[in-house]
């Protein structure tokens, strides 16, 4: 089975760590493309999130980025856009990576959009409760 055919999974459930290694570099390649398109895009969120938006790094903050497994290397991955989902329904498509792109970006706007629906929803609730006793 090829890495595009998805992750192989062992009888215990775990991957089989050569085939998830295939598909991690496949997925990589692509994000890494993509990355290099918005380079200066992706370096200032990542720097805007290790910063906290305050113009300096950490070391603490720094340090928990580039800890594989940390809740902020994930967030910094993601920020760099090199952030790696492995996951077998996206690799049965077969998409080209310029499929891909497009792929992620309108999944990208859809998210977007049902947040301002929902940002819409808490301000009309806030607005309509008014000055309704919290309990």
Same mark, same amino acid.
């Given at each position: 089975?090829?890495?595009? #055919?998805?992750? !192989?999974?062992?009888?215990?459930? /775990? ?21 290099? $398109?918005? /380079?200066? #895009?992706?370096? $200032?969120?990542?720097?805007?999130? =290790? ?7 950490? !070391?603490?903050? =720094? /340090?928990?980025? =580039?800890?594989?497994?940390?809740? $902020? ?11 790696? /989902? ?8 077969? =998409? ?13 706007? !859809? ?22 006793? #919290?309990?």
């Amino acid at each position: 089975m090829g890495a595009s #055919q998805g992750v !192989e999974f062992g009888d215990d459930g /775990i991957p089989k760590p050569k085939k998830l290694w295939e598909e991690f570099k496949t997925k990589y390649s692509r994000l890494k493309g993509w990355h290099l $398109k918005n /380079i200066d #895009q992706h370096h $200032k969120a990542a720097f805007q999130l =290790l910063s906290r938006n305050e113009g300096r790094i950490q !070391e603490a903050d =720094l /340090i928990e980025a =580039l800890l594989p497994g940390h809740k $902020k290397n994930q967030e910094f991955m993601e920020a760099l856009g090199l952030a790696v /989902i492995l996951d077998e329904r996206l690799d049965q498509q077969h =998409l080209t990576e310029e499929e891909a792109d497009a792929k992620v970006d309108a999944m990208t706007a !859809e998210l977007r959009e049902m947040n301002a629906e929902m940002d819409a929803m808490e301000a009309k609730m806030t607005a309509e409760m008014g000055d309704c006793p #919290q309990q």
